[in-house]
């Protein structure tokens, strides 16, 4: 996220920070694998990509003529999908039978080109869906793994040239037993207007996700040193000092929209204390509306 872009969120942060998700509309979720372990944000060479998190460790599989989903795209993708998962309590999910419509749900403008976003939502969708996952828990004496395929099943029809046009049939989603359950059991509560606002930068959907979710069972003070945050969240960088001058910038941005969210900076790493959850425990009480 550049200078520009990262004026424009905090802008944008600005007028929704003192309002709740739940009553403006925009109540979401985000799935906790995609929380506790993080998806490329740029393009990867090779066909598998790892991401560790303490003892837990995610791992995707992508068929290599396809590729690895990267970015923020897949992200908003994943938190539609869980919402409308959370709000429908069905496996199969209609997207519905016009691309711009669509699009818009995800705050995307439908612009063409190579370069367009038009190109790069269904590029990201095909190496999503073309994607397994599988969780790991390792502590050395204990070991657990989790194979998730987070789509069984998809059609997209779409006319790439027409987004505006609605087709004769619906583009619809199987989404896998395995990641229907997880959503199902531990959905995390977000605001899709943060997300929004933010979609510029995966970093920063990463890190408010994770804070949000941190927060929601933080009881005590809790250290977590540079090196682990850039295994978690920027492993793509060399050095950890540009990780770090990176990773503070998004941070501030996030901060900027959750002020709750109580935070110590020091030299060694974050230290992250019990705050206020992001979205509040009332707003999940009521039904998750369209």
Known sequence: MNQKNLDKFIAEALEIEN???????ALGFMARAMVQATMPHRQVNGNEFKRKNGLFQLTMLADSSIGLPYGGIPRLIIAWITTEVVRTKQRELTLGNNLSKFMAELDLIPTGGRCGTITRMREQMKRLFATSISCTYDDGKNWA???????????LWWHPKTPGQSTLFDSTLVIGEEFYNEIISFPIPI????LRAIKRSS?????YC???????????????CWQTLQVQFGADYGRTRDFKKYFLGQLRAVLTVYPEAKIDITDNGLILLPSK???????????VDK
Do not use: C, F
């Open 203 to 207: 970093m920063a959907i990463d890190l």
């Open 145 to 155: 793994i989790q194979n998730i395929q987070p789509v069984t099943k998809a059609n």
């Open 210 to 224: 994770w804070l949000t979710y941190r927060m929601s069972y933080l009881k005590h003070k809790t250290p977590i």
């Open 277 to 287: 959850t992001h979205i509040p425990k009332k707003a999940l009480d009521k039904p």
């Open 19 to 25: 309002r709740h998700a739940k009553e403006a509309g």
């Open 191 to 194: 605001d899709m207007d943060v």
